[in-house]
């Protein structure tokens, strides 16, 4: 499978996957990726339907950001205000769904790790 220099226009599931390592998006997509799932506890601990909203909030906000951009740049007739408000929603809806708040990511110390099998 060819491997993607953009974001495609439309979502498709696992883009984020196929986007080539190179492309200074692939780097940022990726960072973002890493924030979202650290203030979520960790990767390891987010289920299929969580990571999938993640892939969607991403995708959600590099749309909103081009659609922005085009405005700063006075491309109007690029710009939709509907579909911009529309996404801007449906982003809100899936951080709330997600959650905002920063939660502690899980780390048993070695100590704790040695005690636990003392014990068990």
Known sequence: MAKLAEIPERFAGGYLDRLDV????????????????????????????????????????????????ALADGQYEAFDAGKWTQACNSLMGILKTLGIER????????????????HG
């Open 22 to 69: 190179r492309t200074a998006i692939a780097v940022t997509m990726r960072a973002r990726w890493q924030q979202i799932t650290d203030d979520l506890g960790g990767e390891d601990h987010l289920s299929y339907a969580q990571r999938s909203l993640i892939e969607r909030a991403l995708w959600l906000e590099h749309w909103l950001a081009v659609q922005e951009r």
């Open 103 to 118: 939660r502690q990511k899980d780390v048993t110390t070695l100590a704790q790790y040695i005690a636990g099998k003392a």
